[in-house]
């Protein structure tokens, strides 16, 4: 042992003598190629699926990215976030408010192009993020989720009253994405692929996914290296990152604000989806379905995430679509046991078992089931 | 007049949120859960005395309902000590999950009707010191009073008071010393359960009209007031309830002078008045600062 | 290189005085023994040098720089690095992840940078994985590095602890209690380790340490702490010979080495 104690001199790290981990590396390396064929098949869905079930998987995607930036938040920093549908609400009326027509009836807008437009919607979500800091730095995990209450129920009242910007209890209209005089929300100019006409529904298919992609990427890129280390380590045991050099209140507001911009992200693209915006849905209910996502993919499994965001999206949309020829569905507003109900039950009944049976979520599950195989 | 009414209005709507508060703290004191599902615990006890209250007579079913919710409560702990985690953070999440599976029952139960207890009460009104107050106001802070008294006399004088404060201020020493964790625990969610379910029945009543499917959101009111007194401070959840009472009653009474706040500001107050506490005191008012034992 | 010096410290809990006008100096270069019974305070002078409590009295010093009231992320900058008595670690992660969040601060890349994916980070993370794996070798954890640390066993936990505080590249380092618990022959490993962190890297030591022979054997100075207070102060020669250490240690409670204390000590240090 202390023959390499001489080697071993302070100051500037040494180059490898020799590759280690190389044979991860290499599974590493397939498993990364093998991810990025399976984007092909997903580029070819708008070919073959019309807009009602390709909006399913939008609002899925851009639900998912916004259970990523939770799951960076809840899982990978142990900080708990129960606000994350009013950072949602901020990227969405942001973009509607700034790419919305000035002359628009009632409800102002500021008319910009609509890129610029989407930009400062992530920013504006991210600043919102920022300015909670002096709360989220200070508390900690459980004590942080009651207190990021208060701005749900802060942010529904102003979006509630503030009916210049967010056209109040009626909502407002939600302006189309477009760069260079191309919809990337809408129909115009008129475009075919392969004789299928796209039109807005196919466009935001492929912005969602795209931007879903770059989500995962950076995401995963912070959960592995110095951030997402220093992140796991304040979860872990606070009073050791400190120790280690990392400044934990600084974090703590940093990954707050971090995830806040990709709640915002997924507020850009909701509302592109929804082309129409009202208060009613960002509520606590959304926080919950987003930590509900969380969950059940594994806190701080960002592939996770994404299956959990796409899961709980979907359920309720596809029940309700089939609902005429599920027989025990009533039909929605009945009074009976509609898709949401049932799709309620299910998440809460989900999040009970799975913090029960395996705390670890989806991620851990399938973790075993590969190594079993 | 007109200030001293609604002052007096918001201190007793403070005592009925000061039980709710007390009741959370209690849970957090003895299993450092908060539970989310707190105010769908209180909807299913109001739910029990609504349906109970025709049939039974006000007290029977007053009581059914403190019992029905004590026992969801203790189904919550149940639940909460199956899991195969000590992390506060995912038990936590799991009185979420416990939340929406009732909260979805009950929503699907009482669908748009309006529960309302039967109490003795009624819509009389009382003149207090020159102000009109609703009798049902009087009776709750009357009944708050005394639950809190009793609380704190059975938490500071009684065996029983000392072995849940030993555990919840030092757990580990707590069970060397023989104490039984696991009833400490289920006492203190069924305690809590309980006083959830009288804060609800006098939430239903005058001038209250009743409570409606939405009600397990009234039982969040008491989260600012948790927080505003300190999480793990009995006393604070008190001081917290009455803070928030007064500040929505005031708001609201003065709803006109603030419209420029916009509608229904009062409900949102209590939530402006947490942040500003927590960037002064981030552990409230009575709280106990946490210390990182390394 | 620096000195720490400690002057006059007093650390109060409520009624219980876990520091009492403590002052000592760890020399740079050396192997400095703190020791003393259970409670004396020893663990709660790391926190208070180590930025976690402040001290109700007192001032600390490295070089020149008065650093009792900064934060414990400010000190371990300043290359004070620390191995805590209870294992703490994130036991999920791997152990070189558990390695390499030391060089946090030796390290720049932040959240914009990584989630860019620069190849200025790529390049960052590789060096410093590098150094990290030398240090995992040295400490002798071999080439555990893929493993959760959680999944290892006490021994290698407590490797990992040592390998972490070391891999900040301290100038001083903290060693709280790193060879409790361990059989004999595993002590003196770790005995030689420390001699070897001080003679081949040059840094100075901070050691707390309930194993008497070990003490005396490696350590250059020795503090010794009752009730908080210093009883003596010197050589390890000298202060065997003291009389207060004497009845200190045979006095009010049961010497470091009756194994009976040490369960208890390890219990209670376990679960808090
Ligand atoms: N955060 C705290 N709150 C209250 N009391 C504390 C705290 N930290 C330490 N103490 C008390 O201070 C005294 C000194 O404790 P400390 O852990 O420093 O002893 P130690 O010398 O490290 O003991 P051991 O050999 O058992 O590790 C003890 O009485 C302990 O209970
Ligand atoms: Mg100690």
Redesign the pocket.
Known sequence: MSETATDLLPGEPKPARRPVLNTSGRVERLRKIALWLSLLPLAAVPLYLDGSWLIIGILGMATAIGAIGLTLLVGTAGQLSLAHSFFVAVGAYAYAYAAGDPAGGGVEGLGLPSALAALIAIVASGLAGLLFSPVSARLKGVYLGVASLALVFIGDHVLKNATPVTGGYNGREVAPLSVGGFELSGGSPDLWVLGVPYGGRERLWYLALAVLVLAVVAASRIARNRPGRALQLMRDNPAAAGSMGVPVQRYKAAVFTYSSVFAGTAGVLTALAFEFIVPQYFTLELSISYLTMTIIGGLGSVAGAVAGGLFVTALPLLLERFTGSLGFLAAPGSGGLDAAMLSRFAFGALLVLVLICEPGGLAVLSRRLRRRS | MKALQLLLLGLSLGSIYSLIALGFVAIYKGTKVINMAHGSILLTGAYVVAMLSPHVGFLAAAAAGVVAAAVGAIVVERLVSAARTTDHLVLTTLTIGVDVLLATELTHRIGSSVLTMGDPWKDRQTEIMGTVLPQARIGATAVSVLIIAAFFLVFHKTNFGVRMRASADDPRTAALMGIDQRRVALASWAIGGGLACVAGIFLAAFPNPGLDQTAGLIALNAIPAIIIGGLDSTEGAVLGGLIVGVTQTLVDGNASSLHFLGEGFGTVAPYVVMLLVLLWRPSGLLGSKE?N?V | MNVLRLQRISLR??G?R?LDDLSFTVEPGTVHALI??????????F?VISGH?HPDDGSVSFGDEDITQLSPHQIARRGVGRAF?NIALSAHETVLDNLMVARHRLTRSGFVATSLGLPRVRHEERRHRERVMEIARFVGLGEKFDRPAGALAYGDRKRVELARALSSEPELLLL??PAAGMPTHEKWEIAHLVVSVRDALGISVLL?E?DMPMVMAIADRVTV?DF?RRIADGTPTEVQRSPEVIAAYLGSSPGPEEPENAAA?RT??ETS
């Open positions: 210390l034992r | 809990f409520g219980v876990a003393g019974p259970n409670g004396a305070g020893k663990s709660s002078c926190n409590y008595q709280d209690e707390v309930h702490l908080g000590r209670r240090s």
